[in-house]
């Protein structure tokens, strides 16, 4: 854990955590804790969908998804929009049938409804130059990142770069280091991020506002991984962050 890098509402430290970190924190959450990863997903998605709905513009919402975490937040909100009658689309990097995991479940769910699931990155009805404009939800990848952003994601990081409108990232701007803050490649410039359960230390070093959205992880599973962790929600569930 690193030195002071956010703050809360209240005025109070709020812990930032690397990649590493989160990850053996969703270990412990999910192992140890049995507070496994579709209900962390439905919260993530959840916050998300509150984030989108408070910055919400005239005009379509694009939801730009890949095949891990990240992307299944992001189908998990299309479903809260699409629900409230907003003209939401999706747009994933590979073919439906190359998602997998609990991201396939968020999914199935949206192919039984009259969401419009579309590919990127050549041969769909997507095209990948055309301007995306109203909101454009950035659920690529979040602390998965591995390498300057490749193929149909460094597509759709690209335009998620060219959107005229807001852009809102899920957890970490897709392409960023969510540990140091770099960009090895093509990385997304949100107006705003929607941050999981606690800030990643890469997020201190990106411009966009930051929001801290409650996936509802016990104070244990920080103590057992050796997160120092004050609950920075107070009756929230979602709140801004500043950099200190
Ligand atoms: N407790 C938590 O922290 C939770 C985290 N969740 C989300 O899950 C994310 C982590 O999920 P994952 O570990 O599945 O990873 P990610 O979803 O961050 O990234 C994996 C995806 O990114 C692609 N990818 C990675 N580097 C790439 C590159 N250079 N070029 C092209 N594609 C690339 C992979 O192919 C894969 O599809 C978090 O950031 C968060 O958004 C949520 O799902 C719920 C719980
Ligand atoms: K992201």
Excluded: W
């Amino acid at each position: 854990m690193d030195e002071m890098l956010f703050v809360g509402p209240t005025g109070r430290r709020v812990p930032a955590v690397t990649a590493e970190e989160m990850r053996a924190v969703d270990r412990v959450a999910v192992e140890e804790v049995g507070l496994d990863l579709p209900r962390m997903m439905e919260h993530a998605g959840r916050g998300l969908a509150e984030a989108v709905l408070d910055r919400r513009e005239n005009g379509p919402v694009t939801i730009l998804a890949s095949n891990g975490g990240n992307g299944g937040g992001g189908l998990a909100c299309a479903r809260h929009l699409a629900n409230r009658d907003l003209p939401v689309r999706i747009v994933l990097d590979r073919d439906p049938a190359d998602i997998d995991g609990v991201t396939a479940e968020q999914l199935r769910i949206l192919k039984a409804t009259d969401v419009p699931i579309e590919t990127g990155g050549g041969g769909s009805s997507f095209d990948v130059d055309a301007p995306l404009d109203g909101v454009v939800v950035d659920a690529l990848i979040g602390y998965g990142l591995s390498g300057a952003p490749r193929g149909p994601v460094a597509e759709l990081v690209d335009a998620a770069s060219d959107a005229a409108g807001t852009v809102v990232s899920l957890d970490v701007p897709s392409g960023v280091d969510a540990t140091t803050g770099e960009a090895p490649g093509a990385a997304v410039d949100p107006d705003l991020i929607a941050t999981l359960a606690l800030p990643k230390t890469g997020l201190a070093a990106v411009s966009g506002d930051l929001l801290l959205v409650d996936l509802s992880i016990p104070a244990t599973v920080y103590d057992r991984v050796g997160v120092e962790y004050e609950a920075p929600f107070g009756d929230e569930f979602a709140v801004p962050l500043s950099r200190a």
